[in-house]
């Protein structure tokens, strides 16, 4: 069996009301708006069928409900989103475990009373945030309440990196040319939440806490030397903060803290980059991950990073712990 972790799925009356009718947005709200699979079930039910065992673990496609509506609405629209997206597991659990639920997280107040009904009315297997909240950072103060109920429930956290056209490039211009945004921002947004996790103390914190980052951990692994050897010296290139006693303060190197987080295996296909990501956080925190539906073409992704795992030189146990065993434990499922 192979259990996809990571990927999306718009239920079909939250699609017609808030994403077909143009309220997505520019950018990836264009993107996500003329796509068959990320909302037709048969067209799913179809590109899964190549895989044979294949189950996947639903979650909201971007962009974030915060981005779609204030502190007000927002939480009628997460309340939407999941309560379709548990309809749709009730009604298919041969194809889909669990879903995850989304967050109004630019409410915190009601982001942990939804949190709450999710998973205790609607079986909700975790959630799902973005690696800013409308342009907030993850460590502010205001989201501690989150994190705090997540760990209080052993609920493992997707994150999902974010981010828009309209993060230039360079000061001097106001949009990012070339889909940078997207192809090089997305992974950079995914380390810097990363970062200001570990450096906010969290895991120190709350040690337990699993937060899965999506397409590998984004530039961490590839940066393992800056992230180990180059961090351990945190303070030493800045004059005006105090970074030696932050430093000073965490209980173990900052590299440990990366290696606490899980990653999957969403990088289209891309095997050194899977070979890589494998050795910083190892077989035990690494699950499957296809990305579906954002593929050129339906399945191509879940193909190829299965023929990208194949060609690793990993034992069938280790096979089945990416694709199965990791997801199991975090999503508490007996299978």
Not at 24 to 40: E, L
Not at 134 to 153: M, Q, T, Y
Not at 190 to 210: E, H, N
Not at 276 to 305: I, K, Q, W
Request: one cysteine or more; aromatic letters at 12%; glycine letters at 8%.
């Amino acid at each position: 069996m192979k259990i996809d972790m990571f990927n999306h799925l718009f239920p079909k009356r939250y699609f017609e009301q808030y994403i077909a009718s143009g309220g997505a947005g520019k950018d990836m709200g264009k993107r996500v708006s003329h796509i068959d699979t990320i909302v037709d079930l048969d067209k799913r039910f179809r590109a899964m069928d190549e895989f044979g065992d294949f189950r996947q673990v639903l979650s909201l496609p971007a962009p974030a409900v915060e981005t779609l509506a204030g502190p007000e609405r927002s939480p009628i629209l997460a309340r939407a989103a999941n309560d379709g997206l548990a309809e749709i597991v009730r009604a298919h659990p041969d194809r889909f475990v669990a879903f995850i639920a989304a967050l109004p997280m630019n409410n915190p107040d009601e982001a942990v009373r939804e949190l709450d009904r999710a998973v205790t009315q609607l079986g909700a297997r975790g959630v799902q945030i973005y690696t800013n909240v409308a342009g907030k950072p993850l460590d502010s103060p205001e989201f501690l309440p989150v994190f705090a109920e997540a760990a209080r429930r052993d609920l493992a956290i997707w994150m999902h990196p974010t981010r828009g056209a309209e993060f230039a490039d360079y000061p001097g211009e106001d949009r990012s040319k070339y889909e940078i945004w997207w192809t090089f921002g997305w992974p950079y947004e995914t380390s810097v939440a990363m970062a200001r996790i570990v450096f906010s103390g969290l895991f120190d914190r709350y040690p337990d806490l699993k937060i899965i980052t999506h397409h590998m951990g984004g530039m961490i692994p590839y940066f393992e030397g800056r992230v180990g050897h180059g961090w351990d010296q945190l303070g030493t290139r800045t004059s005006d903060v105090d970074y030696v006693a932050l430093r000073k303060s965490l209980a173990h190197r900052p590299i440990d803290y990366f290696r606490k987080f899980y990653a999957d295996t969403a990088l289209f296909g891309a095997a050194p980059a899977t070979r890589c990501g494998l050795a910083f956080f190892g077989v035990d925190h690494v699950v499957f991950a296809s990305d579906m539906p954002f593929e050129p073409a339906p399945g191509l992704y879940a193909r190829e990073t299965i023929q990208a795992i194949e060609s690793l030189e990993l034992t069938a146990a280790q096979k089945d712990q990416i694709y199965r065993g990791n997801a199991q434990r975090l999503l508490k499922l007996a299978l």
